[in-house]
């Protein structure tokens, strides 16, 4: 049976920087990441919609949307060991950065600070999970994540076929 997907784009800047890499990457910078996320469910409601574009939007703001205009810093930066003193744990430098950047800003910073390197391939599966959650109240399934990180490069997130599930025959 042919699977029936609609797909929805969105773009976010994004900073980050990488740990445990030698490259340009270690240095603090950003991405316009553009987002392709596809989703499908056999059964079409009343209107024949898989979900409305518009709710699909809603939930990419609510998820990726928290990724504009914010950074990514993985927990094991040694930015945290540099900036704290060497008897902090790791929470109170993680807490040193963000009341340095909230004394310069004014306001909280965007600051994302995850427990994995901020690689495209680990940014992806973050995303994932989070977009599963949220569609899993529309009983949707989430197909595809496609995140262009440069105009040449990009990494993708995909579900397994056999985990899709469909159910019904419209
Ligand atoms: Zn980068």
Redesign the pocket.
Same mark, same amino acid.
């Given at each position: 049976m042919p699977v029936r997907t609609i797909t929805k784009t969105m773009s976010t800047e994004t900073g =980050?920087r990488?740990t445990n890499y030698s490259g340009a990457?270690t240095h603090f910078?950003g =991405?316009s990441y553009k987002w392709e996320v596809t989703i499908s469910k056999n059964v079409l409601n009343g209107t024949g919609f898989i979900i409305d574009y518009k709710i699909l939007k809603q939930i990419m703001k609510d998820t990726i949307g928290n990724l504009d205009h914010a950074f990514l810093l993985h927990s094991k930066d040694p930015i945290f060991s540099t900036i704290g003193n060497e008897n902090m744990n790791g929470y109170e430098a993680e807490r040193t950065v963000r009341e340095i950047l909230k004394a310069a800003n004014g306001e909280e910073a965007n600051l994302h600070i995850l427990p994995f390197n901020p690689t495209s391939e680990n940014i992806i599966s973050w995303v994932a999970d989070a977009l599963i959650e949220e569609l899993n109240k529309y009983e949707c399934n989430l197909v595809k994540i496609k995140m262009w990180?440069t105009d040449s490069s990009f990494a993708e997130w995909n579900q397994p076929q056999q985990d899709l599930h469909y159910e019904g025959t419209i």
């Open positions: =980050h990488l990457c910078h =991405h990180e």
